[in-house]
């Protein structure tokens, strides 16, 4: 069974603040998503990577597929509170399922 | 706009009780999932349907049911609700053939057992 191990697993930093999150494996994936879920709320789709190196910006936030496809960033710029939430990474496992990295709380602090 | 919605969005139950739990959506896709999310943990999938496939996880307990009567909807029967079965529960769609094997999700619905 592939594994995503995600880092940190809590942050909590200040408003303005830059911070990274990891997502990493020693399997080779397809592709990797990453979403953001609210507390109550189902996971909301923020990005896919499916190009060894590529990299995606979404505003403030940048993602990078790892070269060989084995891991993956997401870096946040001059974060704000509306950033807080779970950040959840998944690499396409087999035709059609997903394993999931244990998620990133992210706090942004005012 | 096109979704995926899940009705109720809370349910409570009595332990033991039967219980459904219902996904719908309107993105056309072949591939629909069932996930059980408890607190701040990733959500954990229980099966999923491509087309009319049904496909059980291993380490999915007999306690949980699943039915597909159209492409368009889903749901999940747990026949007798223990406690550790309270959870947030999550519905999915993917597309196959798409390139990046994107999940769509919808809202969830949260089950309380008393």
């Known amino acids: 069974t592939q594994l995503l191990e995600q880092s940190p697993q809590f942050l909590s930093i200040q408003e303005g603040e830059n911070l990274t999150v990891y997502c990493n494996s020693s399997?080779?994936?397809?592709?990797l998503q990453w979403y953001r879920q609210e507390p109550g709320e189902g996971p909301v789709l923020l990005v896919t990577?499916?190009?060894?190196?590529e990299v995606k910006k979404l505003k403030r936030l940048t993602f990078q597929f790892g070269d060989a496809r084995k891991d993956s960033s997401l870096h946040i710029t001059a974060a704000q509170p509306g950033d807080t939430g779970l950040y959840l990474c998944?690499?396409?496992?087999?035709?059609?399922?997903?394993?999931f990295g244990q998620g990133t709380r992210l706090t942004i602090n005012p | 706009d096109a979704m995926v919605i899940q009705n109720p969005r809370y349910q409570v139950t009595q332990f033991g009780k039967p219980v459904t739990l219902s996904c719908s959506q309107t993105?056309?896709?072949?591939?629909m999932y069932w996930y059980q999310q408890k607190s701040s943990q990733a959500p954990k999938l229980l099966f999923h349907?491509?087309?009319?496939?049904?496909?059980n996880e291993a380490d999915t307990p007999d306690n949980f049911q699943s039915r597909r009567p159209n492409t368009s909807f889903c749901f999940l029967d747990i026949r007798s609700p223990g406690l550790g079965d309270a959870a947030m529960y999550l519905c999915?769609?993917?597309?196959?053939?798409?390139?990046?094997?994107?999940?769509?999700f919808g809202p969830g619905t949260r089950l309380t057992v008393l």
């Open positions: 999915a769609t993917s597309k196959s053939g798409s390139v990046g094997f994107e999940q769509f």
């Open positions: 399997s080779v994936f397809s592709s």
């Open positions: 990577v499916v190009t060894g190196g």
């Open positions: 998944a690499g396409a496992q087999g035709a059609q399922k997903l394993v």
């Open positions: 993105l056309n896709h072949n591939v």
């Open positions: 349907y491509y087309d009319k496939d049904f496909n």
